[in-house]
C-alpha cells in the first residue's frame, strides 16, 4: 500500500474507531417528515382512490405503527424493552478508513457508520425489534414478510425470537437458493421460510402459473406476506424498508454517526447511503439532513442503487402498489412499475421496484441526489475496502463503498479536503458465492433497457376517479 500522509481531523485525532458508550443509545426516533418542505403525497386506497385511513390499515398493522406511520411529530420515544434489545449491540462502531485514505492518496477523510455488529450482520433489527415490541404488545402471535437477500427475514426472525412472535417469511426464490445460510439464520431463529413465488397463496400461484421458473421479486414476495396476514387474524404484516415508520426506526444510526462525528471534531460534506427500499440510506442521511432542512449546515446528500434495477435515476414519480399482486395501498413513490421483475444480481437487496415516499419526494425537490452504478464496479470496490479496511461488505453496502470511493479520488484530482461518511450498512460473510463469482469473473454487468423501464411503468394502475 502506498505511503501518504494521514491528515489529522479537526480535534487533531487520527483514531480509526469511534465508539460511543451505551449510555450515549439515543432515546427517541427523528421523523424527518417534521421538516420537509413538501410531506409524500398520501397512500391511497386501491379502490376507491382516496386517502388510507388507519381502520384500512388495521388488518394488518398495529394501531402503534400506523399512528407513526402518519404522524408528522418530530421526535417518537423509543420504548424501554427496545432499548434493551438495542443494548445487544448499539451504538454501533463509526470508523475512519485511514488505510483506504492512504491508499487511494486522497486529502479527503473517510468516515463509515458499521450496522453489521447487530445479531443479524446488518441495520435490519433496529426496526425489526422495534416492529416485534409494539405487535406483541398489541396481542399479535405471528408475522408475516418477505425478504430479498435475506438481512430482513433474519433480522425479524431475530426481534420475534425476542418477544415469543412466531415468524413467517417469503424469501426472494433466486435468494433462497444464492444464500442459504441465510434461510439457515431464520430457521435457527425459529422462522418458517418459503421460497416465493409458492403455491401457498393465491398470488404466489398465480405467479406460478403465468411463469412457473419465475426467480421472484421482492413485489411477489410482499404480495404473498400481506396475504398471508390478511388471511390470519392472529397474524400481522411487517415490512422491512419504504414506509415511514420504517425509516423513522433506523435513524438511530445518523443519529448516533452525528455525536461520533462532533467527538473528533467533524461533519460530513457528503452522506452517502445504499437504496433499495430505502431505510438504511434514510435512517444514516435523516439526522443530517434535519441540520440542512432547519437551516444550521449544508450538506450533501446521495443515494447509490443498481443499474439493474435504477428506480430513482430511470422510474418515474408515480402513484404504484409497493406488490405485484396489487393487494397494498398505492404509494407515491418513484417506481419502475410493481409488474417489474429485476434480474437475479447479487445485491438481493437493492432489487425493489419502488423507493421510500419520503426519500421519492426528497429527491423529486432536488435535497437529495442519486447515483446508479453496475454491479462488477461495485464489486471492485468491495474488494478494495477488504484490503485496505478489513471488513466484507454485503453487496448491498458496496454500492455505498463505490461512491465513496470515486469522492474520494474526485477529491484527490480536485484537491479538496472533503469529510466523507458512507454507511456500511451489514457484512458479506453470507454473500461469499457472490465474492466467489466475481473473482472467478463469472459476474456480469446488467443495465436494466429504457423499453422495459416503459414497458413497465405502462402497467402502472389507473386511479379510481
Known amino acids: 500500500m502506498s505511503s501518504y500522509p494521514v491528515r489529522p481531523s479537526p480535534s487533531?485525532?487520527?483514531?480509526?474507531?469511534?465508539?460511543?458508550?451505551?449510555?450515549?443509545?439515543?432515546?427517541?426516533?427523528?421523523?424527518?417528515?417534521?421538516?420537509?418542505?413538501?410531506?409524500?403525497?398520501?397512500?391511497?386506497?386501491?379502490?376507491?382512490?382516496?386517502?388510507?385511513?388507519?381502520?384500512d390499515l388495521a388488518p394488518i398493522f398495529p394501531r402503534s405503527l400506523i399512528e407513526q406511520e402518519m404522524t408528522t411529530e418530530r421526535w417518537i420515544e423509543i420504548?424501554?424493552?427496545?432499548?434493551?434489545?438495542?443494548?445487544?449491540?448499539?451504538?454501533?462502531?463509526?470508523?475512519?478508513?485511514?488505510?483506504?485514505?492512504?491508499?487511494?492518496?486522497?486529502?479527503?477523510?473517510?468516515?463509515?457508520?458499521?450496522?453489521?455488529?447487530?445479531?443479524?450482520?446488518?441495520?435490519?433489527?433496529?426496526?425489526?425489534?422495534?416492529?416485534?415490541?409494539?405487535?406483541?404488545?398489541?396481542?399479535?402471535?405471528?408475522?408475516?414478510?418477505?425478504?430479498?437477500?435475506?438481512?430482513?427475514?433474519?433480522?425479524?426472525?431475530?426481534?420475534?425470537?425476542?418477544?415469543?412472535?412466531?415468524?413467517t417469511v417469503y424469501m426472494v426464490k433466486v435468494s433462497y437458493h444464492q444464500k442459504p445460510y441465510r434461510r439457515s439464520l431464520m430457521q435457527v431463529w425459529g422462522a418458517e421460510v418459503h421460497a416465493s413465488p409458492t403455491s401457498l397463496t393465491q398470488a404466489g400461484r398465480k405467479v406460478l402459473a403465468e411463469s412457473p421458473d419465475s426467480p421472484g421479486s421482492l413485489g411477489i414476495a410482499i404480495s404473498e406476506a400481506v396475504e398471508d396476514a390478511a388471511t390470519h387474524p392472529d397474524t400481522n404484516y411487517s415490512l422491512g424498508s419504504v414506509l415511514n415508520h420504517v425509516l423513522l426506526h433506523q435513524t438511530v444510526i445518523g443519529l448516533e454517526a452525528r455525536e461520533q462525528l462532533a467527538l473528533v471534531g467533524e461533519y460530513p460534506d457528503v452522506v452517502i447511503g445504499c437504496v433499495g427500499g430505502g431505510s438504511n440510506f434514510g435512517g444514516l442521511a435523516f439526522p443530517f439532513l434535519m441540520d440542512r432542512l432547519q437551516g444550521r449546515r449544508q450538506v450533501e446528500v446521495l443515494a447509490v442503487e443498481p443499474t439493474a434495477c435504477p428506480t430513482l435515476t430511470k422510474g418515474k414519480l408515480r402513484y404504484d402498489f409497493g406488490d405485484t399482486a396489487g393487494l397494498t395501498p398505492l404509494l407515491h413513490m418513484y417506481t419502475l412499475g410493481h409488474t417489474f421483475v429485476p434480474p437475479g444480481i447479487h445485491a438481493g437487496g437493492l432489487r425493489y421496484h419502488g423507493d421510500s415516499p419520503l426519500i421519492s419526494r426528497l429527491y423529486e425537490d432536488g435535497l437529495i441526489g442519486a447515483r446508479a452504478y453496475p454491479q462488477r464496479a461495485v464489486f471492485e470496490a468491495a474488494i478494495q475496502f477488504a484490503r485496505t479496511e478489513g471488513l466484507l461488505p454485503a453487496p448491498e453496502s458496496a454500492h455505498a463503498v463505490r461512491a465513496a470511493i470515486d469522492e474520494a479520488v474526485r477529491?484527490?484530482?480536485?484537491?479538496?479536503?472533503?469529510?466523507?461518511?458512507?454507511?456500511?450498512?451489514?457484512?458479506?460473510?453470507?454473500?461469499?458465492?457472490?465474492?466467489?463469482?466475481?473473482?472467478?469473473?463469472?459476474?456480469?454487468?446488467?443495465?436494466?433497457?429504457?423499453?422495459?423501464?416503459?414497458?413497465?411503468?405502462?402497467?402502472l394502475p389507473e386511479l379510481p376517479r
Open 411 to 459: 477529491a484527490r484530482e480536485e484537491g479538496l479536503e472533503r469529510v466523507i461518511l458512507f454507511g456500511l450498512s451489514g457484512h458479506g460473510h453470507f454473500d461469499l458465492g457472490a465474492y466467489d463469482a466475481y473473482l472467478a469473473g463469472q459476474l456480469e454487468d446488467y443495465e436494466y433497457p429504457a423499453e422495459l423501464v416503459e414497458q413497465a411503468l405502462a402497467a
Open 79 to 167: 420504548p424501554e424493552p427496545v432499548l434493551d434489545i438495542y443494548r445487544l449491540w448499539r451504538p454501533t462502531p463509526l470508523y475512519r478508513a485511514i488505510r483506504l485514505e492512504q491508499a487511494l492518496r486522497t486529502p479527503a477523510r473517510i468516515y463509515y457508520k458499521y450496522e453489521g455488529t447487530s445479531p443479524a450482520g446488518s441495520h435490519k433489527p433496529n426496526t425489526a425489534v422495534a416492529q416485534a415490541y409494539y405487535n406483541q404488545q398489541e396481542g399479535i402471535r405471528r408475522l408475516a414478510t418477505e425478504t430479498g437477500a435475506g438481512q430482513w427475514g433474519s433480522a425479524l426472525a431475530f426481534a420475534c425470537a425476542q418477544f415469543g412472535l412466531a415468524c
Open 12 to 55: 487533531g485525532s487520527t483514531a480509526r474507531a469511534i465508539v460511543l458508550d451505551e449510555r450515549a443509545l439515543p432515546r427517541r426516533w427523528y421523523n424527518v417528515a417534521a421538516d420537509m418542505p413538501r410531506l409524500p403525497e398520501p397512500p391511497l386506497h386501491p379502490a376507491t382512490g382516496k386517502p388510507v385511513t388507519p381502520e
